[in-house]
């Protein structure tokens, strides 16, 4: 490992701010793994077929298909990182407990680190992420906290707060803390960065992907406009969130479904100045989309992964033949089996397209 002073990834190019952080090389897959964690990263990138050519798109669309983790999603590939970075650094040792406030994800990526090296994990949690990702960091081992889902994240009864409350009252206790951990981004800027540049020859003409902490989009856009400077980068949004750019984007102040992106403050692993456009998704877009990945591509990802294709469909339409838009699919449908997979729950949610039931009609006439 080499340190660094290097800009990109950490900190904000506007404001010049910068953190010092290592780069790792990637390293190829051993024969035979060492542990589950030695199979994360090296996702696939898959090109989508049907639903680009039914949009009207000319370019090539390719997802980077992410619940090929051992966890099930992106987030293990910064769980891993910043694992490995606090141990190298001696800031936690087997037998200490790791603390996170999370949307369930990087919980259930730290808590599968926890199991495989011997630590204890408390994770943090809103009331609205599904009971699918409890039940798994339960297995896992984790223990969980649920937070109310309408406190704001500085609120003393936020799932930040009482993951900061807890790491105060835990001897030997550590939050790795995703939303200011150089290594979020980092972690992308090492691997899922570099994955899409060698699997594409260097050639990428937009990147399309939604935004939580914002380690991911940050990491990737960054690494990819140092070998395409031309590469639009689209950073996708809910409408309830307040992300996006310009602020006039950011209207409504409803509650939103789909779980994993969009927050009411900016995280620092976000560098809004990587990203050239918003998109402000809708809920019924996203599940439909997800819907669509499952049924005409063969893809079962999540709901995060409609919201990140709609802000594809709408962003590529100015692409032509022979580009090439990259979309990033963080999670499997796994988290949601019993949420927009299950159709009463759609119905009951007012999701079920026109489309959908339109097809329901004709199979059952
Ligand atoms: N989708 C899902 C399902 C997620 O769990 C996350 C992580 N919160 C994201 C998207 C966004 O990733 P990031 O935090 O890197 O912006």
Redesign the pocket.
């Known amino acids: 490992q080499q340190p660094c002073e290097c800009h990109g990834p950490v900190g904000d190019a506007s404001t010049g701010r910068t953190i010092p952080h290592f780069h790792q090389s990637r390293v190829p897959k051993p024969k035979i793994m060492d542990s589950i964690l030695d199979q994360v990263g090296d996702t696939p990138l898959i090109r989508l077929n049907k639903i680009p050519a039914e949009e009207g798109l000319e370019c090539e669309v390719l997802a980077k298909v992410e619940f090929f983790n051992p966890g099930g999603?992106?987030?293990d590939r910064?769980a891993k990182r910043m694992f490995e970075e606090a141990e190298r650094k001696g800031i936690i040792k087997p037998g200490y407990t790791v603390i996170e406030p999370?949307?369930?994800?990087?919980g259930i990526g730290l808590a599968l680190c926890a199991a495989v090296k011997g630590y204890r994990a408390i994770i943090t949690m809103p009331e609205k992420m599904s009971q699918e990702k409890v039940d798994v960091l339960k297995a896992l081992g984790a223990e969980i906290v649920r937070t109310p889902t309408e406190a704001a994240y500085d609120a003393p009864e936020s799932h930040i707060s009482v993951a900061k409350r807890l790491n105060e009252q835990i001897p030997n206790s550590v939050i790795l803390d995703?939303y200011a951990n150089p290594y979020?981004?980092v972690a992308?800027y090492d691997t899922t960065a570099e994955e899409i540049l060698e699997a594409c020859d260097g050639r990428i003409d937009m990147l399309v992907?939604?935004?939580?902490?914002?380690?991911?989009?940050?990491?990737i856009a960054k690494k990819i406009k140092e070998v395409c400077p031309n590469c639009v980068v689209i950073g996708v949004d809910p409408h309830g969130s307040i992300l996006a750019q310009p602020e006039s984007l950011n209207t409504e102040t409803s509650s939103y479904q789909?779980?994993?992106?969009g927050y009411d403050f900016i995280?620092e692993?976000?560098d809004r100045s990587v990203i050239d456009e918003w998109y402000k998704s809708n809920d019924k877009e996203s599940f439909a989309l997800a819907r669509r990945l499952i049924k005409e591509e063969g893809i079962l990802s999540?709901?995060?992964?409609g919201?990140?294709l709609a802000g594809a469909i709408h962003a590529a339409k100015r692409l032509g033949k022979g580009q090439r838009c990259v979309v990033?699919l963080?999670?499997s449908v796994r988290?949601y089996m019993t949420k927009f997979l299950n159709d009463d729950w759609m119905r009951k949610n007012h999701f079920l397209d026109d489309r959908a039931k339109q097809e329901r009609v004709e199979a059952t006439a």
């Open positions: 999603s992106v987030k910064i999370t949307s369930g994800n990087t995703q979020n981004p992308h992907a939604g935004a939580g902490t914002g380690g991911t989009i940050t990491g789909v779980e994993g992106i995280p692993a976000l999540g709901g995060s992964s919201t990140a990033i963080p999670d988290n």
